[in-house]
């Protein structure tokens, strides 16, 4: 079996689902079904076409936006409905073609701490030094269909998307496809822990993606990641995604979808699963993938999702074997390239001081800080002279001397 579930999930993550589209013909079937032959032809050819930069035309379900990319989004649509409205007509035939999910949290910023009022004191002043922006997005979320507008204080764009956004399978008027989301953050792959496609785009692809547009994406290759055993106590998420990037970096992994696989995938939480997809960036790849079992279920029902909505995600994805139960033996795949992870060899490690994959054990760290200070200045070095290692140095913080 050769990635079945990556095959499954472009076949059904466009705006209708590449899969059902072409037996339904719904959507604009004149463009849709030109390209969807020769979409689905390179899929089904994937090993044979993904070495060969092969490009394929890619709908997301929808589109995630936070404050700072997301303004110039909806000024686009204003100006698009000025624009109908000079030429006399329906400017309300303006409205983004998928749904868009806009969270406001990039404009925060942290005047006060370490006081009990810090939240609402921090709130009060962006809501002042936003009033204007603020109320712009308001009137778009009332002005625009498919838009939604998750406000001031509400979280985190990938944690908002991660609990309460995501929907795992879309049910549109009775017709079910997997979720996929592109972003205006390379953060965006943290949602690939909810078995959601999704990826961090220019805002030109967004709006185009908004637009009901096709993103030109080339055919990526598949890098299988497989884990066993279980992680130690005291090791941490942290820990993992340290080792995961440093082992991926060396690897190379730039453009490609990294599939994990394995029986040490059960051992793991969602929020551990989280936060290998969220450095993403940071380790290359476009996006990460865990197949949903029991573990996404339970986080699906954690975080509110409805039992019948939970029921009916379980039921779309083992139709379409896109479901894993990691307490059933499990079979090796076949990958181009292949990396493999004890999960009990993980041992508590930091990175840095400037690159994330310049991993180092915590035991090693003191040996590590001293030798950085000799070494030339780079990536592990500060070329600090000898007889000025040992100065210390006196500073102020909120009327407290600290050395």
């Not at 007509?89 to 990039?106: R, T, Y």
Request: charged share 20%.
């Amino acid at each position: 079996m050769v990635q079945r579930c990556f095959i499954q999930i472009f076949l059904c993550a466009s705006e209708r689902g590449i899969k059902i589209v072409r037996v339904s013909h719904q959507g604009n079937s004149s463009v849709i079904q030109t390209l969807s032959s020769i979409y689905v032809e390179n899929i089904i050819d994937w090993e044979s076409t993904y070495s060969k930069q092969v490009e394929i035309p890619f709908k997301p379900a929808r589109v995630l936006l936070q404050d700072f990319t997301g303004v110039p989004a909806v000024v686009d649509l204003a100006c698009m409905r000025d624009a109908m409205n000079k030429l006399g007509s329906d400017s309300n035939k303006i409205n983004p073609l998928v749904p868009v999910d806009l969270v406001v949290d990039h404009s925060v910023q942290v005047d006060v701490a370490r006081s009990e009022n810090v939240v609402q004191a921090n709130m009060e002043l962006e809501f002042q030094r936003n009033r204007e922006r603020f109320a712009f997005l308001k009137w778009g979320s009332t002005a625009f269909c498919n838009m939604l507008v998750v406000p001031p204080g509400s979280g985190i764009v990938h944690q908002v998307n991660l609990e309460y956004l995501g929907r795992v399978v879309f049910n549109n008027e009775g017709l079910l496809y997997p979720d996929s989301v592109v972003g205006t953050d390379s953060h965006t792959t943290m949602i690939d822990g909810l078995e959601v496609a999704g990826w961090g785009v220019g805002g030109i692809e967004a709006e185009a993606a908004m637009l009901g547009q096709p993103m030109s994406m080339v055919l990526p290759g598949v890098v299988g990641f497989k884990l066993s055993g279980k992680l130690r106590n005291g090791v941490t998420a942290t820990d993992l995604v340290l080792t995961v990037t440093q082992i991926l970096r060396k690897h190379g992994v730039v453009g490609k979808f990294v599939e994990f696989f394995g029986n040490g995938m059960g051992e793991l939480s969602l929020a551990d699963r989280a936060t290998i997809f969220n450095m993403s960036p940071e380790y290359g790849a476009t996006m990460g993938f865990f197949p949903v079992d029991h573990v996404t279920l339970q986080y699906l029902k954690l975080t509110g999702r409805s039992d019948e909505t939970v029921a009916m995600i379980e039921a779309y994805l083992r139709a379409n074997k896109l479901f894993v139960d990691y307490k059933e033996p499990q079979e090796d795949r076949a990958y181009p390239s292949y990396l493999e992870l004890n999960l009990d060899e993980v041992e508590p490690c930091i990175s840095g001081p400037k690159r994330p994959h310049d991993r180092m054990a915590l035991k090693e760290m003191k040996a590590d800080w001293h030798s950085s200070l000799d070494n030339k200045v780079g990536f592990k070095g500060v070329a600090i002279p000898k007889e000025a290692q040992g100065k210390v140095a006196k500073f102020d913080f909120h009327g407290h001397a600290f050395i």
